[in-house]
């Protein structure tokens, strides 16, 4: 009777306290973010490159003639390779990728990112209104240029740039009033819009803010191909250059303006809109997966289809910033890191400043790394993020620092207290997806704690835990694994006993 009061207790705290620590509510009392102030965060380039425009007495200003200059001649030789061997229709493989970015649908642009098996899986699943969640996030989750455009003011590349919209004439202190922009025919269905354009207005880009909105939502709901995912949305930015409409630092505003919308919306919209649509996509994907015998699970069909190595996105268009193809998951993070300054030369005054993640930025890798605490992830954006001194990283608030190509997909090592030590990433190490090394640590210290102070959504409205949806065991849940394992044991030593 003894032995068995004992084999009873064993068995109560079994099934019991795995249950318990598995059933840990979410306390974060929730709090919704402001939309980001667009203008403030956009301001640098007013500030330090271009003055906008008053009236129709006094048109806009050069302010720095070195980095307009450069800005410019960037944006003419990126725009020169893109046309270059033509056809006789005028087109090249670049133009055409170019034109299909211009047409700004998130369902034609990013489904390249995944690879060629994956990829076509997401165009047919748009089509077949399967994936309507992430169709909504791709309407919803946008920035507003409309404000910032209007502060600048600056004209693009292919007009008379010494003419103001205002009717002043434009102080380009030195620079040409025109460039030699060769301008891209339309395809098919796809054009260009050189007619259509607001005229002076190319600062920030907004197609490159629509891009970018989309390419950071998704490659935080599908982590594991992250690193592609950006390069292929920093080429759709980049293709604005080589149609001839926009300039490099246009291009770098529109990915600090949509970083922010992600900030704000992962952070407002977590259960209600980001968890529904990567459940949605992930579930879609793995179940085309598994009726073309890729695997059962979408991480066996990524490794099966190579979509994060070797027979994912690729890119071979090559230019004096992308200056290697795009062929694998190393390749994808350094094109991504080099589109994020564009080789405009860091001021050494202003380097190593102090990187604190602005609100928001945490959410966004909360699918990546479910056991993961609010300012762990913070810890992992500062230890990815780029040096401060590059053009437009004062006004914008920590934005135009967070490399998201390397943030979303490394792998993270812990120490006991659950503090990050060791971030690895995709250009440094082969990795299958975002993993935590010793994650059983991770609710050690005040990590928990920071949840509540950054005011973060509770996801338990959503569904099922987000270990679940990534496919990641969390302790918790290992717990109830062992648990349940135990007891099945138990319950076989009490029948086993009885027969005696």
Known sequence: MKTFRNLSSVFAVAVCLPLALAAVPVTAQADQLPNPDWVSLLSGYEKNYWQA??????????????????????????????????????????????????????????????????????????????????????????????????????????????????????????LPATLDIQQSPSWLEHIPGYSTLQKNSSYPSGHTTGAYSWGIALAGILPELAPQIMARTSEAGNNRIVLGVHYPLDIMGGRIGASAQNGQYWHNEFASSIVPAARQLRDYLTERCKADHHG????????NVKANSTAGYTNDFLDPVATEPVKDQGSAVRVYTARMTYTFPQVTSQAGAEFSAPRGAADVLRLAYPQLHADQRNAILKATAIDSGYPLWESSE??????????????VTLNSNGDVTKVETADKVTLSGPTVVNAQYANNGNHPASDVAAGENSVKAAGPDLATLRGVQQPAITAVAVGTVAALLIGFLLRARRRR
Request: charge should be positive; hydrophobic fraction near 35%; proline fraction near 3%.
């Open 296 to 303: 059962d699970t979408l991480t066996e069909c990524i490794a």
């Open 398 to 411: 920590g934005w135009q620092r967070i490399n998201w190509a390397k943030a979303l997909c490394a792998r």
């Open 53 to 174: 425009p008053v009236d129709a007495e006094h048109g806009g200003k050069v302010l720095d003639a070195k980095t307009m200059k450069l800005d410019e001649d960037l944006a003419v030789e990126i725009n020169h390779l893109g046309a270059k061997n033509a056809d006789k229709n005028g087109l090249t493989a670049q133009r055409k990728r170019a034109l299909i970015d211009s047409d700004l649908y998130g369902e034609e642009t990013l489904p390249d990112s995944l690879g060629p098996v994956l990829g076509r899986y997401m165009r047919e699943g748009f089509k077949q209104g399967r994936l309507n969640k992430i169709s909504d996030l791709f309407k919803f989750n946008v920035a507003s240029t409309f404000q910032s455009k209007r502060a600048a003011m600056h004209p693009r590349p292919y007009l008379d740039r010494s003419q103001s919209t205002l009717g002043g004439a434009n102080d380009l202190a030195g």
